[in-house]
């Protein structure tokens, strides 16, 4: 199911990613003054919609499923269970 590129921006600001400007919007999530993850959308007008290939990039990129991303821009899921899922990967140390 393709998503919205609003609400996918919407949602990387809400989970605490720093918007970064260029040809396109680079989204990157620094724990402790470390870059963690790092993502990006095009600022192109044809680009209103996310298919399915890129969405599937975007949430390898955010390290996790494109479910749980799905999820995310749903919210049905939050910011703490995305950040739970990266520090049971080990990308981030505890609080």
């Not at 949602?11 to 999530?29: N, P, Q």
Request: charged residues 35%.
């Amino acid at each position: 199911m393709p998503l919205e590129r609003r609400s996918l921006e919407h949602t990387l600001r809400a989970l605490g990613f720093r918007e970064e400007g260029g040809d396109h919007r680079f989204f990157i999530l620094y724990w402790r003054e470390r870059r963690v993850v790092r993502t990006k959308t095009s600022r192109g007008t044809q680009q209103r919609t996310i298919g399915e290939r890129l969405a599937a990039e975007i949430a390898h990129e955010m390290r996790i499923s494109r479910a749980t991303l799905s999820d995310l821009v749903a919210g049905t899921k939050t910011k703490d269970d995305y950040l739970a899922e990266l520090r049971r990967q080990g990308l981030l140390s505890n609080p």
